[in-house]
Structure formats: structure tokens, C-alpha cells
């Protein structure tokens, strides 16, 4: 398979708690990136981070990422209700190959 | 600025048919890469162009072909279409050298159901 792996695949949540997400790939990579998808539709970018970053913060995200394990986490704090979503990790794999991890589905109730 | 358009929004076709999806790339951007995202699944990469040459191949058979035109807009053409080619697919447009590992923008997707 083309696709990174994430776990968990599915998080369900109270609203105001962090949800927390990983993502592992196999390849070396330049940077790394986390978007979200609102119940089948198009793909909205979250944050990016290289290579040579350990951890990025934007808004309620935080990224880190590992590249002796090769992983990478997104966690979500104060959660809402509106974070309801699929939220995926993409990197690029050898061979310019654009490559997805599977997604975790994040239900945060209000 | 304008985003990324996909065209047609849903389509329906037959076993065997072709089928041509549509992008217009965000203004300025001169990669455009396209995705097939299956119910459940994350998107799995078809290819990517980068100013009208094809710069990246997933695994996918050679039905999937490509066009990239000079105002950057593309194509995703599906020949001989098979139950399974039933899916969501994304176009998403970016910028960079030789279609570097930026920000992806992505359209709403094109939505094809194969009967």
C-alpha cells in the first residue's frame, strides 16, 4: 500500500478535551503534513512541518515529529464540536509519490 | 484569488465507459496533482504535473491518464471503466519547484459512481 499509517482510526471525544493522532512512514522525507476533511469532501491544510523541526504549534494544533522513528503526532487541544472531521497525514514517499496515511475519524460530542 | 475547481460534482457512468474529471488550479500555482479517495479510505495518489509534464505516478494502471495545460488546469481521464474506479476524486494545486512538497489546495472533488 501507498499510505502511511495513523492511528487511531477512529477517536471519539467530549467536547474540550485533546485529541491526540499518529502518523508513521518508511521513507525519508523533507517535511510532513497534516489536513482535514469535513465528511467527504475536499482536503484543508492544517500545519507543515520539516524535517529539521521536532515540534510546530498553530492555533489549538500542535505538531512533533520524529524522524529517528519515523512518526509524527497531531494533537488537537479544548476540542469543539466544529473539529469533527477525518484528519490525515501526508508526506512524500520515494519516487515523488504523494502518499496519505489512512486518517483517523475524530467525533468530538458536544 | 480564485481555488481550485473540479468539474463535473457527480457523474455517473457504465462499465467500459471513458471518463473525463476536470481541474482548474488555484491562480499562480503551477502543479497540479490528483487523488482517488475511496468510501473510508485516505486519498491515494494517481499522479502529479508539473508545468504540463507528468513528475510523479502512483500505482495505478495506464487507463489513468493525465493532461496538464499550459494555464495549468488539468485533466484525469479513466478509460474502460471498472466497478471499483468508483470513488471521490481530489484535484489539489500548489506551488514550487518541480513539484515540491508544499501546501496542497484541494477542489471539492469530483464524486463518480461506475454501475
Known amino acids: 500500500s501507498q499510505q502511511g499509517e495513523e492511528d487511531p482510526q477512529a477517536l471519539s471525544i467530549q467536547e474540550g478535551e485533546n485529541a491526540t493522532m499518529n502518523c508513521s512512514y518508511k521513507t525519508s522525507i523533507n517535511n510532513l503534513q497534516w489536513y482535514r476533511q469535513n465528511s467527504g469532501r475536499g482536503l484543508v491544510h492544517l500545519i507543515l512541518?520539516?524535517?529539521?523541526?521536532r515540534e510546530k504549534h498553530s492555533g489549538r494544533l500542535r505538531v512533533t515529529l520524529d524522524t529517528s522513528k519515523k512518526s509524527s503526532s497531531l494533537l488537537i487541544t479544548a476540542s469543539r464540536a466544529a473539529d469533527t472531521a477525518s484528519y490525515f497525514c501526508?508526506?512524500?514517499?520515494?519516487?515523488?509519490?504523494?502518499?496519505f496515511g489512512g486518517g483517523t475519524r475524530v467525533l468530538v460530542k458536544p | 484569488e480564485t481555488g481550485v475547481t473540479q468539474s463535473p460534482t457527480h457523474l455517473i457512468k457504465t462499465r467500459g465507459q471513458q471518463v473525463t474529471l476536470r481541474c482548474s488550479s488555484q491562480s499562480g500555482h503551477n502543479t497540479v496533482s490528483w487523488y482517488q479517495q475511496a468510501l473510508g479510505q485516505g486519498p491515494q495518489f494517481i499522479f502529479q504535473?508539473?508545468?504540463?509534464?507528468?513528475?510523479g505516478r502512483g500505482n495505478f494502471p495506464p487507463r489513468f491518464s493525465g493532461l496538464q495545460f499550459p494555464n495549468y488546469s488539468s485533466e484525469l481521464n479513466v478509460n474502460a471503466l471498472e466497478l471499483d474506479d468508483s470513488a471521490l476524486y481530489l484535484c489539489?494545486?500548489?506551488?514550487?519547484?518541480?513539484?515540491?512538497?508544499?501546501?496542497?489546495?484541494f477542489g471539492e472533488g469530483s464524486r463518480l459512481t461506475v454501475l
Open positions: 512541518i520539516r524535517s529539521n523541526e
Open positions: 501526508l508526506f512524500k514517499a520515494a519516487g515523488n509519490k504523494l502518499t
Open positions: 504535473y508539473y508545468r504540463e509534464e507528468e513528475n
Open positions: 489539489a494545486s500548489s506551488s514550487g519547484l518541480a513539484g515540491g512538497t508544499g501546501e496542497l489546495f
